[in-house]
Structures are given as structure tokens and as C-alpha cells.
């Protein structure tokens, strides 16, 4: 099955500064890769999403590359404001053989130092 | 607010008990995802219906069953509870079977004592 590697596990940063969160993951027939953010007790939500025909998405302040070859993506958030603290999380769906699921990531803590 | 709901908002019971869990999806949507998360594991796949049917099964132990309604609501049994089914239970929808964004649910938090 499809595994998913996302490091750093914490990260601090100093408001306006950019942050990267980077992921790697095992099955080349990977084809979707969202992020999603969590605060506290509250439900995961999507913040970005790329498709494997794509290398780079752009939403204001968030970005997700991704390098097929390497098999990895990445979130960068620039000029970081204190309400970007939150876990976030990275995950791939393999479609196929009737498995759509995703895969996760273990998660970065963000903090954002005011 | 996602659309997907999900009752009860918490849940606390007792080992060996058995619970269910309720999940109504996105209008429109036809997947339904069971995810569990605890401290440790993360985020885990448990199971995925489509309008209806199984279509994948992740991490899911035999203790554990789900079903999909004919008006596509969805429920995740739990039963001979221990102390470790401890953990927040996520629901997602989507549209269709594949790489359709999942749209979660707010979750029912079970405590197991």
C-alpha cells in the first residue's frame, strides 16, 4: 500500500516568515495529494489540493509543488500570520483496483510566533 | 461548515460496549469515508462506501462495521470496545469513488473508560 512520510513533525516560525512542509510518498500510481489544515478538536479542512498531471498550484498565500519523479510535494505559506498555527497534514490517494483512499501523513504542528 | 454532519459530538462509554456512530454526507455526494484519528496513528483509513456498496477497506478491525443507507447516510459500528477505540472519528464525503476532494466532517470524539 501507499505510504506517506511528512516531515518536519513541529515548526516554528516567526510571523510574516515563510514556512515548508514537505512529503514523501511510496506508490508512483499516486495521482492526488490535498493538504489539510486542523485546529484543535476541530475537523480536518482543505486548504490546497494538486493533481499528478500538475507541478505547481497557487492560492494567495499557500503553494504545493510536486515532483513526480522524486515522488514528493511540498506546502509553502509565505508571510505567515499567527492564525496559520495549526496542524497540517499531507496525504495521496492511489485510484484503482477499487482503493480510493487517502493516505496521511503523521502531521506538522505550526506555530507562529506573533 | 462542510456540510458533512456527524452525531454524536461525543461519545463516553465503557469497555466491552458497543457504539454507533452516524454520518450524513455532503447533498449530493455519494462517498462516504470513515476515518479514525488517535494521538499516536494519525489520520487512518477505516472504509469507503459508494452509494451503497464497499469499495475499499483500510485499517479496519473485525470488531469493527460500517453501512451505507439508501438515502446515503452512513453508520460505523464499534463493538467489544477496549481502551485504545479511544480516539476522534471523522466521516468524509465526496462526489464520486476517486480523486474527488473529501470533504470532513466535524468528527465524534469516543472515550472509552
Known amino acids: 500500500g501507499e505510504n506517506v512520510e511528512q516531515h518536519p513533525s513541529t515548526l516554528s516560525v516567526q510571523e510574516g516568515d515563510s514556512a515548508v512542509i514537505k512529503c514523501t510518498y511510496s506508490?508512483?500510481?499516486?495521482?492526488?495529494f490535498p493538504w489539510y489544515k486542523q485546529e484543535l478538536g476541530k475537523r480536518p479542512q482543505l486548504i490546497i489540493d494538486?493533481?499528478?498531471?500538475?507541478g505547481e498550484k497557487k492560492d494567495q498565500r499557500i503553494a504545493v509543488t510536486l515532483n513526480k519523479t522524486a515522488k514528493h510535494f511540498s506546502l509553502h505559506i509565505t508571510e505567515t500570520q499567527p492564525e496559520d498555527s495549526a496542524v497540517y497534514f499531507c496525504a495521496a490517494q492511489l485510484s484503482g483496483a477499487g482503493s480510493y483512499q487517502l493516505t496521511f501523513g503523521k502531521g506538522t504542528k505550526l506555530s507562529v510566533i506573533p | 461548515d462542510s456540510g458533512v454532519t456527524q452525531t454524536p459530538k461525543h461519545l463516553i462509554t465503557a469497555t466491552g460496549q458497543r457504539v454507533t456512530l452516524r454520518c450524513s454526507p455532503r447533498s449530493g455526494d455519494l462517498s462516504v469515508y470513515w476515518y479514525q484519528q488517535s494521538l499516536d496513528q494519525g489520520l487512518q483509513f477505516l472504509i469507503q462506501y459508494y452509494n451503497g456498496e464497499e469499495r475499499a477497506k483500510g485499517n479496519i478491525l473485525e470488531r469493527f462495521s460500517a453501512q451505507q443507507f439508501p438515502d446515503l447516510h452512513s453508520e460505523l459500528n464499534l463493538s467489544s470496545l477496549e481502551l485504545g477505540d479511544s480516539a476522534l472519528y471523522f466521516c468524509?464525503?465526496?462526489?464520486?469513488?476517486?480523486?474527488?476532494?473529501?470533504?470532513f466532517g466535524p468528527g465524534t470524539r469516543l472515550t472509552v473508560l
Open positions: 494538486i493533481r499528478s498531471n500538475v
Open positions: 506508490d508512483s500510481a499516486s495521482n492526488y
Open positions: 468524509a464525503s465526496s462526489p464520486r469513488t476517486f480523486t474527488d476532494t473529501q470533504y
